[in-house]
């Protein structure tokens, strides 16, 4: 079936660091592409997505990239602070309901 | 704009005991899903709903797990019997449409332990 496979499971970085999150999917009709936060005891909640038409999008210290011939697609924090630390999820759409396919997640641990 | 509302946030429960869960999504939003979230997993779909129909249950374990939106509002999510494999979050979410691109918006789940 479709899946997302999403690296690395943990990652450490000193405070004001870049951390880098990729994701690969298997669906070539996959056509948006959201990256979730999530916080101990919270549910996810959107940061920042792409569409398949966009190769880059940024907002503020956050960028996605989509590189669709490889069929795959990487969250950049730049400057990252202690509150980036929490578990990122990618998601890639499916079918036509335009469900969504999760990886597994990322810890991101951020050192002072 | 209040979020999504879901509830109880936790429940200890012995297996083979029933549970409910109940969720009110975001006001207008079409669309409601429900996911289990297993600990140091992404969230798994168990139901869609468009208004107060299905769209997709297929990965929904129907001997046990049930749930409804009759008015196309509020939805409730059950278990009977449960099992410990069931321990999880249950997260509700909702979303304006079935359009891609459209931003799912989670509530903060329910934490479900069956000892």
């Known amino acids: 079936g479709e899946n997302v496979e999403q690296h690395p499971s943990t990652l450490s970085v000193q405070e004001g660091d870049s951390a880098v999150i990729k994701c690969t999917y298997s669906d070539s009709a996959s056509n948006y592409f959201p990256w979730y936060k999530q916080e101990l005891g919270k549910g996810p909640q959107l940061i920042i997505d792409?569409?398949?038409n966009v190769g880059e999008k940024k907002d503020q210290r956050i960028a996605v990239t989509l590189n669709k011939t490889a069929k795959h697609f990487s969250l950049h924090i730049t400057e990252t602070q202690p509150e980036d630390s929490a578990v990122y999820f990618c998601a890639a759409s499916i079918g036509s309901n335009y469900q969504l396919i999760w990886g597994a997640g990322t810890k991101l641990i951020i050192k002072p | 704009e209040a979020g999504v509302a879901q509830s109880p946030r936790y429940k200890i429960i012995e297996k083979r005991q029933s549970v409910a869960f109940w969720c009110n999504p975001i006001s207008g939003h079409a669309t409601l899903y429900w996911y289990q979230q297993i600990l140091g997993q992404g969230p798994k779909l168990l139901i869609q709903?468009?208004?107060?129909?299905?769209?997709?249950d297929s990965q929904l374990p129907k001997d046990r797990f049930s749930a409804e939106r009759l008015k196309g509002v509020d939805s409730t999510l059950k278990i009977q019997p449960a099992k410990l494999e069931d321990s999880a979050v249950y997260l509700c979410?909702?979303?304006?449409?079935?359009?891609?691109?459209?931003?799912?918006?989670f509530g903060e789940g329910s934490w479900l332990t069956v000892v």
């Open positions: 709903f468009q208004n107060n129909g299905v769209v997709d």
């Open positions: 792409i569409r398949s």
């Open positions: 979410a909702s979303s304006s449409g079935q359009i891609s691109g459209n931003t799912i918006y």
